[in-house]
Structure formats: structure tokens, C-alpha cells
């Protein structure tokens, strides 16, 4: 369970369709942060706690409303300071 409700899907359904839109097959969940708010940083806090793992969780939980399966998790990134960070890779799937 996430700390976002029903209403943050459509919010990341339109972030999704918008990268579907611009020929991406496949993202990750730093880049959908990203795209939602304009930069990514890994969060000093627990996995319970933080608001970027949450929005990981939201997308596992919300795999078939959001014409996505997972790809690849534990995958190692940088975030926009430099920290070192992991994040899962989305496929989007044909509906």
C-alpha cells in the first residue's frame, strides 16, 4: 500500500501517455519522476518513508490500469546530485 490514493492515477496515467506519445517503450521510475516533477532525488529517508518509493510501489500496485509491467528492478542510478540511488524499469504493453 502507497501513500497515494485512486486520484494519483490519472495523474501518472497522463505522465505515461505523455512519454508514450513522444515514442517511449520503456522507463524507468526515476524518469517518470522526472517527468512528473521536473527533477529526481534519492530521498534521505527509509524505504517506508520515502515519497519516491512510494510512487514505485503506486506503479507495481497499478500495473494493468497503467498499461505497464515491471522489466527490471534493483537497477543502479544517479540522481540529479550525484547520489547513487536504484530504481525499477516499466515496459509500457499494448492494450
Given at each position: 500500500?502507497?501513500?497515494?490514493n485512486?486520484?494519483?492515477?490519472?495523474?501518472?496515467?497522463?505522465?505515461?501517455?505523455?512519454?508514450?506519445?513522444?515514442?517511449?517503450?520503456?522507463?524507468?521510475?526515476?524518469?517518470?519522476?522526472?517527468?512528473?516533477?521536473?527533477?529526481?532525488?534519492?530521498?534521505?529517508?527509509?524505504?517506508?518513508?520515502?515519497i519516491?518509493?512510494?510512487?514505485?510501489?503506486?506503479?507495481?500496485?497499478?500495473?494493468?490500469?497503467?498499461?505497464?509491467?515491471?522489466?527490471?528492478?534493483?537497477q543502479?542510478?544517479?540522481?540529479?546530485?550525484?547520489?547513487?540511488?536504484?530504481?525499477?524499469?516499466?515496459?509500457?504493453?499494448?492494450?
Amino acid at each position: 500500500m502507497t501513500i497515494f490514493n485512486e486520484h494519483f492515477l490519472s495523474i501518472m496515467k497522463k505522465h505515461i501517455d505523455q512519454m508514450k506519445a513522444g515514442g517511449v517503450k520503456e522507463f524507468t521510475t526515476v524518469e517518470i519522476i522526472k517527468h512528473y516533477v521536473g527533477h529526481y532525488h534519492a530521498d534521505a529517508t527509509n524505504v517506508h518513508d520515502s515519497i519516491n518509493a512510494n510512487i514505485g510501489r503506486f506503479l507495481a500496485e497499478n500495473t494493468a490500469a497503467l498499461g505497464i509491467v515491471e522489466k527490471a528492478s534493483g537497477q543502479s542510478v544517479t540522481d540529479d546530485m550525484g547520489h547513487h540511488s536504484q530504481t525499477a524499469v516499466w515496459e509500457l504493453v499494448h492494450k
